[in-house]
C-alpha cells in the first residue's frame, strides 16, 4: 500500500512539473489598469442601454414585451458582456508599450468596432421595434 501511494505522488510530481512547462510558455497576463477601467465603462454604458431598451421601453408600450423579448434580452446579455471584453482587450493590446505594426493597429479596430456593435445591440433592438411599430401605425 505504501508502494502505491508512493508512485501516485512521483506521478503526480511529474504531471504537475510537464503541466508547468507547458503552461509557463504561454502568456497570459492579467488586464492592465486602462483595459480594466475600459471594461467597467463599456459595461456602465451597456447596462444603460440594456436598461432603457428591455425595461423603460416595454414600460412605455413603444416595445414588445412578449417571450421572444427574453430571448433577445439573452442575446444582448452575451453580445454585450463580450462586446466590452472586446473592447477592453483592444485597449489592453494597445496599451502594451511596443510600437504597434499596421497589423496590430487593425486589430484593435476590428475589436473595438466588434465590441461597440455588442454594446449597441440593444440599442438596434430597440430601433427595430419602435420603427416596426411607427409604420404599423402609419399602414393604418
Keep these: ?5 508512493g508512485l501516485f505522488t512521483n506521478f503526480q510530481r ?8 507547458l503552461f509557463s510558455k ?3 497576463s492579467p488586464m492592465n489598469s ?3 477601467k475600459d471594461f467597467f465603462f463599456c459595461l456602465g454604458i451597456w ?7 428591455f425595461a ?3 414600460m412605455l408600450n413603444l416595445a414588445e414585451s412578449s417571450p421572444p423579448l427574453e430571448v433577445w434580452f439573452m442575446v444582448s446579455l452575451v453580445c ?5 471584453a472586446l473592447i477592453a482587450y483592444g485597449t489592453h493590446i494597445a496599451a502594451r508599450g511596443r510600437a504597434p505594426r499596421r497589423i496590430t493597429r487593425l486589430t484593435i479596430s476590428l475589436l473595438s468596432w466588434l465590441g461597440l456593435v455588442g454594446i449597441a445591440f440593444p440599442l438596434m433592438f430597440a430601433s427595430a421595434q419602435i420603427f416596426a411599430k411607427l409604420f404599423a401605425l402609419a399602414k393604418i
Design 1 to 5: 500500500m505504501i508502494f502505491s501511494i
Design 80 to 84: 454585450g458582456i463580450g462586446g466590452a
Design 34 to 36: 486602462l483595459a480594466r
Design 26 to 28: 504561454v502568456n497570459i
Design 14 to 21: 511529474s504531471f504537475v512539473n510537464k503541466s508547468f512547462i
Design 56 to 58: 423603460l421601453l416595454p
Design 47 to 53: 447596462l444603460a442601454i440594456e436598461i432603457v431598451c
